[in-house]
């Protein structure tokens, strides 16, 4: 499943790519919580923090790990938006 996640994300970005190993990267750097609401994640979405419907990529450095219900409330948000500073 989380293979098949990842495979979809890089199919559908417009440049970069992410592995298995870049999502646990960032989960242990995020101390498994969520970015945008800080609770501890069980289940999660791989974010792009710059969607790419807005020009992001899914090169590692855009990505984000977020609960279920904040990263199906971003939507394609810019992170101005939410008021979140680059």
């Given at each position: 499943?989380?293979?098949?996640?990842?495979?979809?994300?890089?199919?559908?970005?417009?440049?970069?790519?992410?592995?298995?190993?870049?999502?646990?990267?960032?989960?242990?750097?995020?101390g498994n919580r969520c970015y945008l609401c800080g609770k501890k994640l069980k289940k999660y979405h791989i974010d792009?923090?710059?969607?790419?419907?807005?020009?992001?990529?899914?090169?590692?450095?855009?990505?984000?790990?977020?609960?279920?219900?904040?990263?199906?409330?971003?939507?394609?948000?810019?992170?101005?938006?939410?008021?979140?500073?680059?």
């Amino acid at each position: 499943r989380e293979y098949d996640r990842i495979r979809e994300a890089n199919r559908r970005a417009s440049g970069g790519t992410f592995t298995k190993a870049d999502v646990e990267a960032i989960r242990i750097a995020q101390g498994n919580r969520c970015y945008l609401c800080g609770k501890k994640l069980k289940k999660y979405h791989i974010d792009h923090f710059i969607p790419l419907a807005l020009g992001g990529t899914s090169d590692p450095g855009n990505l984000r790990l977020a609960c279920p219900h904040c990263n199906l409330s971003k939507n394609d948000k810019h992170p101005h938006a939410l008021g979140i500073l680059i």
